[in-house]
């Protein structure tokens, strides 16, 4: 779909990766560890159609991945929301360069 994107909504969700020779460690129960990753989504709210999305290592925090799933689209957006983890300034920088009005509650303890 092409157009303007009223509202987009951005989250992250972590996957559990099964590596090589996991059914070996069901099948004869020795603990391993498993490998994590995440994936952080950007879907349009009207249309419900993913509008980007990238994998990432798990040590790699949401609003460190969210300037690059923004960078993504070039279509224009008028709003994105997000939860608290990406009320940052990289974040809110990231929305002001691209003219989108923010919709992200304020992290606990943040000053103004």
Excluded: M
Excluded at 14 to 36: C, D, N, Q
Excluded at 57 to 71: H, K
């Amino acid at each position: 779909t092409r157009g303007e994107i009223a509202h987009l909504v951005i989250d992250s969700t972590g996957l559990k990766v099964f590596g090589e020779g996991e059914w070996k460690v069901k099948k004869h129960g020795k603990e391993r560890r498993r490998i994590w990753r995440k994936l952080h989504l950007a879907v349009d709210s009207n249309t419900h159609e993913i509008i980007c999305a990238d994998l990432s290592l798990n040590n790699v925090t949401d609003s460190e991945a969210f300037p690059g799933l923004i960078r993504q689209t070039h279509r224009k957006i008028r709003a994105a929301s997000a939860d608290g983890a990406y009320d940052t300034r990289l974040c809110h920088d990231e929305l002001r360069r691209k003219k989108i009005s923010a919709l992200i509650p304020p992290r606990k303890g943040a000053g103004y």
